[in-house]
């Protein structure tokens, strides 16, 4: 192929991806700051009356605060967990090893709405629990296969022989770990936990069978208000939801440099190799 | 050396150490002691054992049976840091995310010193290993060499009562090995610790040694100095491990071997009785004059390897063949397959190999 045709192609491609990922936004935006009563591009005018309107509904404001709380909650517990979990077995072959490897990365590869029903089911049958902490378990097993690939891949390569040296030096099991294994494999940790937060925050599939009447997550909100009452307030939401993800990214990745994180340049291979 | 309390010759004294895997012995009752302040080698094949003999000194591993004195306390029950036995990784395991300084400071933080004593012997420390313009840098930033030192540094910070070194150049190439080990004998008489090193490596082995512990299969074939292990191997697996080519079977009667049409004079006082011998590689005189020896022959010439320094000749003498180093003298230098030459040892340089020995 001549390098130009290469190009055209290319450059097509490039396109093509830009307007099918990026121009529903656009379009999203646009409607949101419609002067219009109804679902359309501002013809009429622009107007934040739609935002206004937004900030008005306290069952937005009501269900933003609990897909926060349930973010972080969800991540906080899934950094743990994941990340001991990417420590064992990255470090260890023990029995079972396969099968934790397979249950931490089903979720990835399980329709979520099966999950979602699986756990009503279990939950229902055992009887205990409220909506909240239904969601709680439910998006731990959602975040969880994406702290412990981050972390296995800060792992690859790490030289296990540093904890031994620090125990060696005089260093508890804790310590070797807080001063020796974290400071390394920190990017990982992050980068998961940023995945855990937006992909919690923005869940629909397994959130919808899990809510109940007083507790809904923003996203299930929004999917519910749209079924029966279309507005341009929905595209208000929507780009909100938008902004803050992108704001949350955005902070992570001038913290820490996720960029880095994702582009592989993550765990410090032992240098003396 | 003056003389030596009993404590001292005993510094670090391990009685039958024992460890399985899976019902498998990786160390098999293995005892030795070493002197304060000699470097011991434990050489031997992968999987010998000598790894695993090692972190149990460290504390990494607890052994099934025996016990491990340091300086006459017994410390196979104590945690790793509590032993005085600091380590050398293989490859040092530096910690990449800290500068030299905050690598060798490390040890003297965990004892929570204070901050301007710490100070003050890292600085000390890195002044008498050369490493004072590196103490800002990261690992990754030093050559082997300068590796090597921080490695040591920041075990010999922590005053250990002997230092382990886990085959620490196996990854390294043959030139920069020869320079590490002569830079780790530098530190060593420096600080005058008693090390104890592993390596599969036999040229290593001799070259830093005061003594070598081989190892085989879990079990402690012979202990000695190199000179000792390599003139007079006491097992069949040392005979061939340390590079003995000319391993022979016969009868010995008042004194002489006998196997097929060769027999060769034995040291004063061998017993009589089927006898395993070998004939160091390195004794073996040759000459295309007379040479003079307790065992003489006349010798035909079967291969000629020029080494540089040496020649390996391998020969035939009364139809068995041997296999000799000898230096690459002028009168060797055209030395060719077919000659005839005169080749003698004498009986002192044989060394019977004991039936136990396998």
């Keep these: 192929m001549i390098p130009n045709a290469e190009r055209l192609i290319l450059g097509a491609w490039t396109a093509l991806i830009c307007v099918f990922m990026l121009g529903p936004l656009v379009v999203m935006f646009a409607i949101s700051v419609t002067a219009s009563g109804y679902i359309s591009l501002p013809y009429e005018g622009i107007s934040l009356r739609w935002y206004h309107d937004m900030l008005r509904q306290t069952v937005f404001i009501d269900a933003a605060i609990n897909s926060v709380v349930l973010a972080l909650q969800a991540t906080a517990i899934s950094v743990v967990l994941g990340t001991a979990t990417a420590i064992a077995v990255t470090r260890y072959r023990f029995p079972g090893r396969g099968i934790i490897l397979m249950l931490a990365g089903a979720p990835l590869f399980v329709p979520l709405v099966m999950t979602g029903l699986a756990i009503l089911i279990f939950f229902s049958a055992i009887g205990i629990g409220g909506p909240a902490e239904r969601l709680l378990v439910a998006h731990i097993c959602l975040t969880l296969p994406y702290i412990v690939r981050m972390v296995s891949v800060s792992l690859a390569g790490f030289d296990w022989n540093q904890e031994a040296a620090a125990l060696n030096l005089g260093a508890s099991r804790l310590r070797a770990f807080v001063e020796v294994t974290l400071p390394q494999i920190l990017p990982g940790v992050i980068a998961g936990a940023a995945f855990a937060f937006i992909i919690s925050f923005d869940d629909v599939g397994i959130s919808i069978f899990l809510t109940g009447a007083a507790y809904k997550t923003l996203p299930v909100e929004l999917y519910a208000f749209a079924a029966f009452d279309l507005t341009p307030m929905i595209a208000a939401v929507s780009v909100a939801m938008i902004l803050f993800s992108a704001a949350f990214v955005l902070l992570i990745e001038r913290l820490f440099g996720v960029q880095k994180v994702l582009a592989g340049e993550v765990g410090t291979k032992n240098p003396a190799a | 050396m003056t003389s030596l309390s009993a404590t001292d010759a005993q510094y670090l004294r391990l009685s039958g150490i024992t460890k399985h895997y899976g019902g498998i012995p990786v160390v098999n009752d293995v005892s030795f002691g070493v002197t304060r302040g000699e470097v011991l080698t434990i050489l031997g094949p992968s999987g010998c054992g000598k790894t695993t003999t090692l972190k149990m000194i460290a504390g990494f591993l607890a052994p099934d049976q025996g016990s491990i004195a340091i300086d006459d306390k017994r410390v196979d029950t104590l945690s790793s840091h509590q032993r005085g036995a600091a380590m050398v990784f293989q490859n040092y395991a530096l910690f990449p995310h800290m500068t030299v300084r905050r690598n060798v400071a490390f040890g003297l933080r965990m004892q929570k010193l204070p901050a301007a004593q710490i100070a003050r012997e890292v600085d000390e420390m890195l002044a008498r290993v050369r490493l004072d313009p590196y103490a800002e840098r990261y690992p990754k930033e030093l050559s082997g060499g300068q590796q090597q030192r921080v490695a040591l540094a920041r075990a010999l910070i922590i005053k250990p009562k002997i230092l382990l070194l886990d085959e620490p150049f196996s990854s390294l190439d043959a030139k920069l090995r020869k320079q590490l080990r ?52 006491r097992s069949r697996f040392v005979a061939d491990f340390v590079g003995h080519k000319n391993l022979i079977s016969g009868d010995v009667a008042n004194g002489v071997l006998t196997a097929g049409a060769l027999s060769m004079k034995m040291p004063a006082g061998t017993a009589n009785g089927p006898t395993q011998v070998t004939v160091p590689v390195h004794r073996v ?39 000799v180093y000898s230096p690459s003298t002028a009168e060797l230098a055209d030395l060719a397959i077919g000659d005839r030459v005169n080749a003698a040892w004498d009986a002192g340089d044989v060394t019977a190999i004991p039936a136990s020995g396998k």
């Design chain 2, 182 to 233: 002569v830079e780790f004998l530098e530190v060593h008489r420096a600080f005058g610790i008693t090390s104890i090193f592993v390596t599969h490596d036999l040229e290593e082995a001799f070259a830093i040694s005061d003594k070598v512990a081989v190892m085989n299969g879990g079990l402690l074939e012979q202990i000695g100095s190199p000179v000792e292990i390599f003139a007079r191997p």
């Design chain 2, 285 to 323: 005189r040759i000459s295309r004059g007379p040479v003079s020896g307790d065992n003489a022959y006349a010798a035909a010439v079967s291969s000629v390897t020029f080494l540089g320094p040496a020649m390996q000749i391998g020969l035939e003498i009364a139809g068995t063949a041997f296999e």
